[in-house]
């Protein structure tokens, strides 16, 4: 049974574009549908929304407290080794063996692969939006109509909840 739905950010949550000015990023656009799904659909069968990113952007922190999503990991290059933790201390505070079977992962880039590749080995579940690289699409379980900050991620999570 699915207990963690671990997102990537950008091209998953937003549609990839980093908007640059002087000072740094300005902005990322979210798709209110994907928060809605996030926040108030996840809940309702016990699932844990995980984010971790290897970058690191107040945009997205904010986005998280506003979502709930108290598991938000920024700045991760090793993001399978930052899901191992996760999982491990969940089991502990649990008093269960959480593993990778029991993860869904959306990603979108090469980076996202080093969870994925486990995952989807260890019968947990992988998805990506369409506009993902072809290595990610070529081992995912099911791809989204919709692009990545679109809608993508909602339904992901319409499909998970169906499952």
């Known amino acids: 049974m699915i207990r963690f739905l671990v997102m990537d950010v950008d091209g998953t949550l937003t549609d990839g574009k980093i908007y640059m000015g002087q000072q740094g990023e300005l902005f990322k656009a979210f798709d209110i549908k994907d928060g809605y799904g996030i926040r108030h659909l996840l809940p309702t069968k016990g699932i844990i929304p995980v984010v971790i990113t290897a970058r690191e952007s107040r945009i997205v922190e904010n986005r998280c407290r506003e979502l709930d999503i108290t598991e938000l990991h920024q700045g991760c290059k090793n993001k399978y080794e930052t899901l191992q933790q996760i999982l491990y201390r969940y089991s502990v505070l649990d008093g269960c063996s959480y593993s990778l079977s029991d993860v869904a992962y959306v990603g979108d880039d090469v980076l996202d692969l080093q969870c994925m590749n486990p995952i989807k080995a260890a019968g947990g579940l992988v998805f990506c939006p369409p506009d993902a690289v072809p ?29």
Do not use: C, K, Q, Y
């Open 135 to 163: 290595e990610v699409r070529a081992i995912t379980d099911f791809i989204p109509s919709r692009t990545a900050g679109n809608g993508a991620v909602r339904e992901i999570i319409d499909h998970l909840l169906l499952a």
